[in-house]
């Protein structure tokens, strides 16, 4: 009887440290893969909002400017000019996001592009209107360019958000995976 209860001890003690290091390695590998994906997440979710802010920041600006161009009255373009510069340190921000996205990064650069044209169009006419060129800006303004680079801006930045969006829910479903590995390994 003795030797019959320590030959269970020998062999259940090994089972049982090796069954504790397996829990111990699931749990590990778990955790890794669930912290990378919540990472991933926070960085989805930073360029959503990077590409958000763009959007209301490119809007702020061109309010400003019809507001200048309507008017003359100069107050309007602080908003202008206080968006123009929030949006060339966006542009930045964005930049050093999609460089480490290289399957996105061609369609940041489209993005910019469109941005870029957009300010383009504004300060053009801006200028015009301080320069008393009444018909320039006015026809700079009916030439529909900036309605257009408006429009394929939202089209780009929705492109870019929709990619975000779909990362977050990947991360989501990396992690409920590996708490179900968890629960497995625990089990």
């Known amino acids: ?43 989805a979710q930073q360029t959503r909002s990077a590409i958000t802010r763009l959007v209301r920041q490119i809007l702020d600006a061109e309010t400003g400017q019809r ?3 309507l008017t003359g009255d100069p107050r309007y373009l602080e908003p202008y000019n206080d968006s123009v510069g929030d949006i060339t340190e966006n542009l930045g921000v964005l930049q050093q996001i999609f460089v480490l996205q290289p399957a996105l990064i061609g369609e940041f650069d489209v993005l910019s592009r469109h941005v ?28 529909d360019v900036g ?27 990396q992690v409920s995976k590996a708490l179900q590995l968890s629960r497995i390994g625990i089990a």
């Open 147 to 173: 309605k257009e680079e408006m429009e394929a801006i939202r089209r780009q930045s929705d492109k870019l958000s929709i990619n975000s969006i779909q990362q977050i829910e990947q991360g989501q479903a």
């Open 116 to 143: 870029a044209r957009k300010m383009a169009e504004m300060d053009l006419s801006v200028r015009m209107r301080k320069e008393g060129n009444d018909d320039g800006w006015k026809f700079v303004l009916t030439t």
């Open 67 to 69: 507001g200048y161009l």
């Open 1 to 43: 009887m003795k030797k019959f209860a320590a030959l269970k001890t020998a062999v259940s003690l090994p089972l049982a440290i090796l069954a504790a290091a397996f829990m111990i390695f699931i749990n590990e590998a778990t955790f890794q893969q669930s912290t990378r994906a919540v990472s991933n997440m926070e960085n």
